[in-house]
Each structure stands twice: as C-alpha cells, then as structure tokens.
C-alpha cells in the first residue's frame, strides 16, 4: 500500500508564500501522473497542478503565474511552491498519484488516481 503524506500547510497573509510537500512510500521516478487538489469548506474539490512522468506541468487557470508543482524523484516527494497567496487560495489540500500507465495526466481527471494523501490546510488572511 503506498502512502502520500502532505505536510508544509499554514496560515499567512495575502500575498505570502506557502511550499507544500508530499512524501510518497513508493519511488516516483516512475510515477505515470500526480498532481495537487484543493477543496475549500463547502465547495468542491478542484484539481490545481498536476506533473508526469516527463515533468510535463499544468494548471488550473486559476493558480497559473503563482504556483508551480515539481518533483524531487531522489527524495520521492512531491512539492506544491505558491506565491502570492489569496485568501481565495484557502482550502485543504491533497495530493494524488499513479503509477499505472494513465491516457491523459491532468489535474481535471480525479479518477485517474489511485492513491492520496490525508491532506493540509492552507489559510490564507486578507
């Protein structure tokens, strides 16, 4: 069983800056797909990035030009920076991942991953 453990989560202010990180139990130099999501208290989940095994990235609309997913295969572990912060960008937030072979690596496909995290919290004030 692999487990994702996301740590790094916290309260700033607007325009402050955040680095999440995400320990995987498996080594993802292979990894097909994994990726960032949010869910902010009575709202959906949203995926916000995602990477593949090529280190290809994308982004939600909403975070593109503040946030950027990398992937540290030595230390197995994901990471998440975000600058600037606003307080819309509040949320708990997971991260997931699959090591089966995946058509399309998306942060819009939440069915494609077969492992997550227990999440973090982010709070950001204005």
């Known amino acids: 069983q692999v487990r994702l453990v996301e740590s790094g989560g916290g309260s700033v202010q607007a325009v402050g800056s955040l680095r999440l990180s995400c320990a995987a139990s498996r080594y993802t130099g292979n990894v097909a797909c994994m990726a960032w999501f949010r869910q902010a208290p009575g709202k959906e989940r949203e995926g916000v990035a995602s990477i593949d095994i090529f280190e290809d990235t994308t982004y939600a609309d909403s975070v593109k030009g503040r946030f950027t997913i990398s992937l540290d295969n030595a230390k197995n572990t994901l990471y998440l920076q975000m600058n600037p912060l606003k307080p819309e960008d509040t949320a708990r937030y997971y991260c997931?991942?699959?090591?089966?072979?995946?058509?399309?690596?998306?942060?819009?496909?939440?069915?494609?991953?077969?492992?997550w995290g227990q999440g973090t919290q982010v709070t950001v004030s204005s």
């Open positions: 997931a991942a699959v090591w089966d072979r995946v058509a399309t690596c998306s942060y819009r496909y939440a069915f494609t991953y077969g492992y």
